[in-house]
C-alpha cells in the first residue's frame, strides 16, 4: 500500500490452524485524519492486503492453551498475541524503507487499537505499549 498515509494491523487469533491460516489482517487508508490521541482514523482504512499468519504466535498459543495451564492463564488469549505480535510487527515496520509519512495501529480486530509507532523522514518510531491488565 504505497500510497497510504495510515495502516491497521488487526489481530485475529481465532483463525490460525488449518488450511489458509492467519492471525493478522492488514488495512489501509489514504486520506485518514491522523492523531496519536485518536485512532478513530484506524476505522477509517477501507484497502485490504493479504491476510498473514505469524507462525510464533500460533506456536505461543498451542502452549499457553494447554489444559495443564488453563488456571493461570485467564488472561493469556488477550495479553500474550497483543505483547508478541507488537513486538514482531514493530520490528518488521522498522525494516521498511519509506519516505512517505505513516502511522500504524495494531490491535483485535473486533476490538482494542492501540498506537504501534510512526513514520517519518524514512525512520519508524515505536510507539509499542500495551495497556495494564
Not at 487469533?13 to 485524519?33: D, Q
Not at 488453563?70 to 507488537?86: C, I, M
Request: net charge neutral; glycine share 10%.
Amino acid at each position: 500500500m504505497p500510497r497510504a498515509n495510515a495502516i491497521c494491523l488487526g489481530l485475529d487469533t481465532l483463525n490460525m490452524v488449518g488450511r489458509g491460516a492467519f492471525n493478522v489482517g492488514i488495512s489501509g487508508g489514504t486520506k485518514a485524519e491522523l492523531s496519536e490521541d485518536d485512532l478513530g482514523w484506524a476505522y477509517s482504512c477501507t484497502k485490504r492486503g493479504k491476510p498473514h499468519l505469524i507462525k510464533g504466535l500460533a506456536a505461543l498459543r498451542r502452549v499457553y492453551a494447554a489444559r495443564r495451564w488453563e488456571e493461570v492463564t485467564e488472561h493469556a488469549d488477550y495479553l500474550v498475541p497483543l505483547a508478541y505480535s507488537g513486538l514482531v510487527l514493530s520490528e518488521a515496520a522498522a525494516m521498511v524503507v519509506r519516505p512517505k509519512p505513516l502511522m500504524m495501529a495494531w490491535g483485535f480486530h473486533d476490538g482494542d487499537l492501540f498506537l504501534l509507532g510512526t513514520m517519518a523522514d524514512g525512520v519508524f518510531v515505536r510507539k509499542f505499549t500495551v495497556p495494564e491488565a
